[in-house]
């Protein structure tokens, strides 16, 4: 296979989670030697659509950073860098929003859901889908991976690039491929494993937690009143979010796990969840300390690298605008 060149992004509204680490992260580390550089985009602009007072930001990205070396992501292939750094983001936003209706963005569920909670729909809530566009299409990438939740997005990001490109009469966006992982994509809420585990709600695993922490958080995890363990996400979505997590951490199928499991009850399989977590998450944070302690510099060299390319891509678009 011809060495890819892969994007993805992670926003900087709080510590990573497992659900970012199993979701997001850990299909990458499978990947990282198929590919020739790997672009991984800390979007701090998106996370100001829904705003937090006294949230320090950068910091927020330098911790998310250091995290995704300390996950194992290599440093020489693996460009991390900040979105709002790279002014050509913003930019080929505005440059790509005459290519979608009001109509179309406002019929995104995110936003719909986002709207309800928020009260207000705000326009950087409407129009963030059109950020994300841009931030797809500005790096060539081949292979472009997102969560299960962005699926529309995609479509809409596959729609202007449609619309940018008869304009054009060129294939000036290139398409990538578009993968969202299957099995193990969507990590559930501990405590209502109907939802998301979200970095930014209250039932999260941190990948910066204590021992202590997980401990409390296994155990205090909801399941279900039969001691059998098998895997059923629709009738028993608690005990089946932690087979998930606990084959993935292991490297295993889901079936193997159930298989490993079939003899122990709820209690000795939370036991077995902990220690194993722990043992990752303790190789994690050693590696995190270290990378903290110069995360700067590494990203700034990234911006850097980033910055050039962006550029290029900027300058060949506004050519074809005759804005240059
Ligand atoms: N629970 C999850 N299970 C699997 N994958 C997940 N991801 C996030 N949560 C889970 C994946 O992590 C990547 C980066 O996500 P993000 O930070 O950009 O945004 P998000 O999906 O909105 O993540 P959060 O934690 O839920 O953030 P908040 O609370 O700020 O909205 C994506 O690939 C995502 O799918």
């Known amino acids: ?30 990947i990282q030697d198929e590919c020739e550089i790997i672009i991984i985009m800390i979007a ?3 996370s100001l659509t829904v705003p937090k007072p006294n949230f320090n930001y950068r910091k927020n990205c330098y911790e998310i950073a250091s995290l995704l ?6 440093e020489e292939k693996c460009k991390i860098f900040i979105q709002s750094e790279i002014k050509e983001h913003t930019e080929l936003a505005w440059l790509l929003s005459p290519y979608i209706t009001v109509g179309e963005l406002g019929r995104m569920i995110q936003y719909k859901e986002k709207k309800k909670s928020e009260e207000t729909g705000n326009l950087a809530l409407l129009s963030y889908p059109v950020l994300m566009v841009a931030d797809i299409f500005l790096y060539d990438a081949d292979l ?5 939740d962005q699926q529309q997005h995609l479509e809409l990001a596959k729609n202007i690039a449609k619309n940018f490109n008869n ?26 494993p109907t ?13 910066l937690d204590e021992p202590e922490k997980i401990v409390k958080k296994i155990k205090g995890a909801l399941t279900d009143s039969e001691e059998k363990i ?9 005990i089946s979010n932690l087979i998930t997590i606990y084959a993935l951490l292991n490297d295993q199928k889901k079936e193997e796990a159930e298989r490993e499991l079939q003899n122990s009850n709820h209690y000795q399989f939370k036991l077995k969840l902990i220690d194993l977590l722990n043992k990752k998450l303790s190789v994690i944070q ?10 700067q510099e590494i990203v700034e060299k990234n911006n850097k690298h980033l910055k050039i390319l962006a550029e290029k891509k900027m300058f060949l678009i506004k050519k074809e605008l005759k804005l240059k």
């Open 144 to 148: 472009v991976v997102v969560g299960q």
């Open 1 to 30: 296979m011809s060495k890819l060149r892969f994007f993805t992004g992670i926003q900087a509204s709080g510590t990573l989670t497992l659900g970012n680490y199993l979701g997001a992260i850990y299909p990458i580390l499978k």
């Open 286 to 295: 050693k590696s995190y300390s270290d990378y903290f302690f110069r995360i």
């Open 230 to 238: 098998y895997y059923d996400p629709a009738k028993r979505p608690g």
């Open 195 to 207: 939802k998301k585990m979200s970095k930014s709600g209250n039932d999260y695993i941190s990948l």
């Open 44 to 46: 701090d602009l998106h």
């Open 69 to 74: 070396y300390a996950c194992g992501l290599k």
């Open 167 to 192: 304009f054009c009469g060129k294939e000036l966006l290139k398409l990538p491929t578009f993968d969202i992982p299957k099995f193990g994509a969507k990590i559930m809420d501990l405590k209502d």
